[in-house]
């Protein structure tokens, strides 16, 4: 970004698509149309391992997709944004807060409010913080911390250059002005979607979601009958680790195991 210029976000680093791991938490920021108009939604997501990964540095964010239609009713916009995301869920998805305050009425729900229909169309959305400063401050940050862009993130990489002051910077005192800001859907989703980002991101489990223990296919009719209704009261596991050891692997109480021998034979040859 060049010093005196009106522009408020500074250049993206732009890379080359590519698969998102499983592991790394996501985000999403939507910018809802309201009757009519462009939806705009932008996929966020961060590093979370001590390595770079395609041009993503540790801890740093990376928009990674986009949705952008116009004309289309909040449940297509709803279905196609759950589509972009699956199999993985966001850890947050974040709306416009003025689409809780924006209400019409609905033939089918009477009087609703943009929002409620992407809540009954199953988005979970939640309202975002702050006003256009607060996601110029939130770009400019990400910026510090390493922010990158796909190439797919096609009306982001358009619109973040041409997000400026509207006239010139003077000293009489008035209030800036961003010019045009209404438009700029894919700044705002992008600014949404920054806003839940911790400061230092940890990374998803993905390991399986299994039953408190595994029943043999070699017990009879009516055991299997009772340990099926038992495990039914018992907390899930994540793969191998035991529900018995509070979740802690059981490599890793393994390894542990080992480390007490190790303490306890160096013990013994001091004596």
Request: proline share 6%; net charge neutral.
């Amino acid at each position: 970004m060049e010093a005196g210029s009106s522009r408020l976000i500074p250049d993206f680093k732009i890379l080359e698509p590519f698969s998102i791991p499983g592991h790394w938490p996501r985000w999403i920021g939507i910018d809802p149309a309201r009757s009519t108009g462009v939806t705009c939604a932008l996929w966020v997501t961060v590093n979370p391992d001590k390595e770079a990964s395609h041009g993503v540095n540790p801890n740093s964010p990376h928009f990674y997709a986009e949705y952008w239609a116009e004309g289309r009713d909040a449940e297509l916009h709803a279905d196609a944004i759950r589509q972009v995301s699956y199999p993985y869920s966001p850890r947050a998805q974040v709306m416009d807060r003025t689409a809780w305050s924006a209400s019409f009425q609905s033939k089918k729900f009477g009087s609703i409010c943009v929002a409620d229909l992407y809540i009954q169309a199953g988005l979970p959305v939640v309202p975002s913080a702050g006003d256009e400063w607060t996601r110029v401050m939130l770009f400019i940050n990400a910026h510090r911390r390493g922010l990158t862009v796909s190439k797919a993130c096609s009306n982001l990489l358009r619109q973040g250059p041409s997000y400026r002051l509207k006239g010139q910077i003077t000293d009489k005192g008035k209030p800036l002005k961003i010019a045009s800001k209404a438009s700029y859907h894919a700044v705002d989703a992008g600014g949404y979607a920054l806003s839940l980002i911790p400061t230092k991101v940890v990374a998803v489990d993905t390991r399986e979601i299994r039953p408190a223990f595994d029943i043999s296919e070699q017990i009879d009719r009516g055991s299997r009958l009772h340990w099926e209704e038992m495990v039914k009261h018992l907390p899930k596991r994540r793969g191998n680790e035991s529900v018995v050891t509070m979740g802690m692997d059981e490599s890793l109480m393994a390894e542990q195991e080992v480390e007490r021998v190790d303490v306890k034979d160096a013990e013994d040859d001091i004596w």
